[in-house]
């Protein structure tokens, strides 16, 4: 009875006709500082994408991007004359973000071929 149950259910969901395709895509990636520093951040999130038609798609974001922790030695001066005047110092930086966004992707090329060139264009809030 329960394999029916399931059969049925199944099947109905098929069968529903939609205007618009959703689909839910997680990402997961790694973000590197390109200007020499050593700032990197595991990004993941997910994405609703509404599919309006073929050629535009609305898009709603929710992403995080986890800190991987740096830890560097920097320099300490003091004019105190009880203490040295320099010391060594641990810093540790564990910069994070979130971000909500919306979005558009936009058919510019291809659209009746199986390659299409896609513009998406965001607009959201971030923090970090």
Known sequence: M???????????TIAQNAKAQANVEPFVGLQRDLNGGKFNQLNTGVQLSLKQSAAYEFIVQLQRSWPVALV???????????????????????????????GHRIAVAGKNTANVFFIIIYTGIRFQ
């Open 72 to 102: 560097s030695q920097d320099s300490a001066f003091t004019t105190n004359t009880d203490l040295p005047v320099y010391a060594g110092a641990k810093k540790s930086i564990r910069p994070a973000a979130n971000s909500f966004a919306l």
């Open 2 to 12: 329960r394999k029916i149950l399931i059969l049925v259910i199944t099947l109905h």
